[in-house]
């Protein structure tokens, strides 16, 4: 990677930093949706008149998720074998990394789209006088960006599930039952096998 000219702050998930120490990290940068979403703050604004509290404005956030290392046994000229049992082959390792930049790289636009819609619908609520009719249209706007995003997501997941071979996928389906076990199931593939997704 480069360094930037200025640093951003960002979220590390997976990571167990010490005070004393500088640690080496590998894994990749992702993007979500966190907070209330508009539709939903509208809905149970009224409610924080009797002391409830929502969470923070629908945006954008840039977060790391730290990738364990994997081992594999070295050959007799000291290069990685390629695991065929319950790894990733090089091919498969390969397939899978082209589809999550691919799916990144559609992403970027629609996401960019949804937080400049989120930021109309703000600017609405903050209005001296709100469009109702502009915060429907808005609504409905960012629940088809919504949609797009989802799409995407789901097409690229299911890209890389057909890459599995049988094994592999028994493997993955016993680490979504692990207590703690992340939602996204790119997320599992990618902490499983030692995956960067970009």
């Known amino acids: 990677g480069k360094r930037l000219p200025r640093p951003i702050e960002m979220l590390i998930e997976g990571a167990s930093p ?5 640690a080496t990290i590998r894994g990749y940068e992702s993007l979500r949706m966190v907070g209330t979403p508009p539709a ?38 000291g290069g990685e074998k390629t695991s065929q049992a319950n790894g990733l082959s ?27 819609t989120a930021r109309k619908i703000y600017q609405n609520m903050l209005a001296d006088h709100p469009d109702d009719n502009l915060r429907q249209s808005l609504a409905e706007d960012l629940s088809g960006i919504t949609n797009q995003l989802l799409t995407i997501k789901g097409g690229s997941i299911r890209d890389a599930v057909g890459i599995l071979t049988k094994e592999q996928k028994l493997i993955i389906q016993s680490e979504m039952v692990k207590p703690g076990a992340p939602g996204d199931l790119s997320e599992i593939i990618a902490k499983k096998f030692g995956l960067e997704q970009k």
Request: proline share 4%; aromatic share 4%; charged share 25%.
């Open 18 to 22: 010490t005070k004393d120490k500088v």
């Open 40 to 77: 939903l703050r509208s809905i149970v604004s009224a409610n924080t008149k009797n002391g409830t509290r929502l969470k923070s404005h629908w945006q954008l956030q840039t977060y790391f998720v730290v990738v364990p290392m994997v081992s594999t046994p070295t050959g007799k000229n």
């Open 90 to 116: 090089a091919e498969q390792r390969q397939a899978i990394e082209s589809i999550n930049r691919e799916a990144m790289q559609k992403a970027a636009p629609v996401a960019l789209k949804m937080e400049a």
